[in-house]
């Protein structure tokens, strides 16, 4: 399981102005200054983080290029890079409603985030779900809306990035993905533990550089392949 690590900005660095851009108003990136000295949550303005997901343009316009936020919020990162999926999808597989339909929910599949305050990560949650909703003009009674749901409640964490802890103090977990074709998804459940420790392994000069990934990683946990109806009635 690989992706790209988006990280948000801390509070000193908002308070820079960027070349040629507007200095963006402290009240519509933070909600409290309470939670700023609590928790130290000041939220990334969009010309910001759309300058960021330019420096891997690439990644962010592959649909299956997998994105974890480990401070998430209310998914300012995240929404930007769904956006940036469904518009590949669309330039491939918009000709054909049921490719259409498969290939924007692995888009969706490959977004991840951890997030501390739990208003934030229902925030994330639901404003994600918009995005994948309104591209495929589904409403909450669909099964790709059902199974959109899920595959959120999954891949967005309520719990501590640096302690690799839920809120309710279980080592975090996440879901890989995968499209089989033909509406079919398989999922398999790696520790967050392992995973950050993929580096490690394959970095040159280490013991276990000359092994692939398949023999260094397992997952916690197979699932047997699913379709979107059978996602939904989870």
Not at 80 to 100: D, I, M, N, P, T
Request: net charge negative; hydrophobic share 40%.
């Amino acid at each position: 399981m690989t992706g790209i690590l988006a990280q948000s900005i801390n509070a000193e660095t908002h308070f820079e102005v960027g070349a040629g851009k507007p200095l963006h108003s402290t009240m519509s990136l933070i909600k409290s200054k309470q939670r700023i000295a609590d928790h130290g949550e000041v939220f990334t303005p969009e010309w910001m983080v759309e300058a960021m997901l330019d420096l891997v343009k690439g990644e962010t316009e592959r649909i299956d290029s997998r994105f974890l936020e480990p401070a998430c919020g209310s998914g300012n990162f995240l929404v930007k890079v769904l956006q940036r999926k469904l518009a590949a999808v669309e330039v491939k597989y918009g000709k054909s409603e049921f490719e259409k339909q498969q290939y924007a929910l692995l888009g969706l599949m490959c977004m991840y985030g951890i997030e501390l305050l739990a208003d934030n990560i229902a925030e994330c949650r639901a404003n994600l779900l918009e995005i994948f909703a309104g591209y495929l003009n589904i409403e909450e009674a669909d099964d790709l809306y059902k199974a959109g749901f899920y595959v959120l409640t999954v891949n967005l964490v309520h719990g501590d990035a640096l302690k690799m802890r839920t809120a309710d103090d279980k080592a975090i977990t996440f879901a890989e993905w995968g499209y089989l074709g033909k509406g079919k998804f398989q999922r398999r459940d790696f520790l967050l533990d392992d995973l950050t420790g993929s580096s490690a392994f394959s970095a040159e000069g280490s013991l276990f550089a000359h092994m692939g990934k398949h023999e260094i990683f397992t997952p916690v946990k197979t699932y047997p392949p699913v379709t979107v109806r059978e996602l939904a009635e989870i």
